[in-house]
């Protein structure tokens, strides 16, 4: 089981009321052989960047229960934060991972350290990227790091992301272009931070389904865990905030 250490802090405060950067800190994922991945987050960041959340969490003991789904396939995580499906993927034997996230210095810089300190940088990289954007540069990495065999991936990890509800299509519209036509497989993994916004949250699955994308959408499960942030007292919401969503798009 993943040991982890979760700051309660989730959004920046304007710049006069920020007092010094706090400090990145270190979490400890166990995998089911005992081997332990070293995932370094970043101090503060807006996106749960600095967060290894509990849809992460999941995603990974997925993962590792079904190593198949990652095991000699192209695999891209998108708004990866500490980036341990990816580190793990690649740990699994992924032919090759490219994690991407928002082209922060601290954060790219942050995930490339933790694919080093896993030793898993033979296939493995990290890449800055902001949704709907050309994706030159990550397909041509990709030819670059298989020899020019593959220009899409066969697995794309959104892991706790559509949460950003207005940049659903521009999500949608680079996982169009990445995925490998007809066999890829994407992995939607969330819990609902935010109850009012549920609804929203569940309106990346409608979008997916309709044009230009044409994804189907498989419901795998819902688990309880616990709600993520413990400064949220709100007790007639514990419920909701306590889920873990898992979806596959195909």
């Given at each position: 089981m993943a040991t982890y250490y979760i700051p309660t802090d989730i959004f920046e405060e304007p710049d006069s009321y920020l007092g010094d950067e706090p400090e990145g800190t270190l979490a400890t994922y166990t995998t089911i052989t005992n081997s332990d991945l070293q995932i370094n987050l970043v101090g503060a960041s807006p996106l749960y960047g600095h967060i290894l959340t509990h849809a992460c969490l999941y995603l990974a003991n997925y993962i590792e229960q079904n190593a198949d789904t990652v095991k000699g396939k192209t695999v891209l995580e998108?708004?990866?934060?500490?980036?341990?499906?990816?580190?793990?993927?690649?740990?699994?034997?992924?032919?090759?991972?490219?994690?991407?996230?928002?082209?922060?210095?601290?954060?790219?810089?942050?995930?490339?350290?933790?694919?080093?300190?896993?030793?898993?940088?033979?296939?493995?990289?990290?890449?800055?990227?902001?949704?709907?954007?050309?994706?030159?540069?990550?397909?041509?990495?990709?030819?670059?790091?298989?020899?020019?065999?593959?220009?899409?991936?066969?697995?794309?990890i959104l892991s706790d992301v559509i949460f950003n509800h207005t940049e659903h299509v521009k999500l949608l519209k680079t996982c169009r272009k990445l995925l490998t036509p007809g066999s890829g497989k994407i992995l939607v993994t969330f819990s609902p931070h935010r109850p009012k916004l549920y609804e929203k949250d569940m309106e990346f699955f409608e979008t997916a389904q309709k044009e230009p994308f044409h994804f189907e959408s498989h419901f795998i499960e819902m688990q309880h865990w616990s709600p993520l942030f413990k400064d949220d007292t709100d007790e007639t919401t514990v419920e909701i905030r306590s889920r873990v969503y898992f979806y596959i798009l195909d």
């Open positions: 998108v708004g990866s934060g500490g980036a341990l499906p990816s580190i793990l993927s690649a740990h699994l034997g992924a032919k090759y991972v490219i994690s991407t996230d928002f082209p922060d210095s601290d954060l790219i810089k942050n995930i490339n350290r933790n694919i080093v300190e896993n030793k898993v940088q033979n296939n493995c990289s990290a890449l800055g990227y902001i949704w709907g954007n050309e994706t030159d540069e990550i397909v041509d990495l990709l030819k670059e790091k298989t020899n020019g065999e593959n220009s899409t991936f066969d697995v794309i």
